[in-house]
Nanobody
Framework: LMCSCSVWGGLVRPGGSLRLSCVAS????????MGWYRQAPGKQRELVAE???????HYGDSVKGRVTISRDVAENTVYLQMNSLKPEGTAVYYCHADLGVDYDSRTGLNYDVDSWGKGTQVTVSS
C-alpha cells in the first residue's frame, strides 16, 4: 500500500510550485526505485521522475529542469518538488515503487513487480 499527499495544494497558477509526497508501506525492503508518474486527460501515463536508493534520479523529458525528486529511504518516502508549473502539468499524479522482479515457476519467466499509489489531482490554471 502507498499513500500520497499534496503539501502545497493541488490547484496552482502557471509558474507556481507544488510539492508532493508519497509514503510506501508493506514489503518496502525490496523497493528499488520510487517515483512519480502522471496521466493527463486524453494522454497516456508518463514518467515524471524516479529515484533509486542511492539518490540517482531520472526525469521525464517533459519536466526535466523544472522538478526535483528526493527520497528518504529510511522513511520509505519520496518527494516531488515541482516548480514553474505549466498548464500541461495538469494531470493525476501517481506514486510508483519498483519492487524488482519475481519468478513465475509456471511460465519459467521473470516478471516485474510494481506498486502504484492512489492518484492525486494537480491542476495548473490561472
Amino acid at each position: 500500500l502507498m499513500c500520497s499527499c499534496s503539501v502545497w495544494g493541488g490547484l496552482v497558477r502557471p509558474g507556481g510550485s507544488l510539492r508532493l509526497s508519497c509514503v510506501a508501506s508493506g514489503n518496502t525492503y525490496r523497493i528499488i526505485d520510487m517515483g512519480w508518474y502522471r496521466q493527463a486527460p486524453g494522454k497516456q501515463r508518463e514518467l515524471v521522475a524516479e529515484i533509486n536508493s542511492g539518490g540517482s534520479a531520472h526525469y521525464g523529458d517533459s519536466v526535466k529542469g523544472r522538478v526535483t525528486i528526493s527520497r528518504d529511504v529510511a522513511e520509505n518516502t519520496v518527494y516531488l518538488q515541482m516548480n514553474s508549473l505549466k498548464p500541461e502539468g495538469t494531470a493525476v499524479y501517481y506514486c510508483h515503487a519498483d519492487l524488482g522482479v519475481d519468478y513465475d515457476s509456471r511460465t519459467g519467466l521473470n516478471y516485474d513487480v510494481d506498486s502504484w499509489g492512489k492518484g492525486t489531482q494537480v491542476t495548473v490554471s490561472s
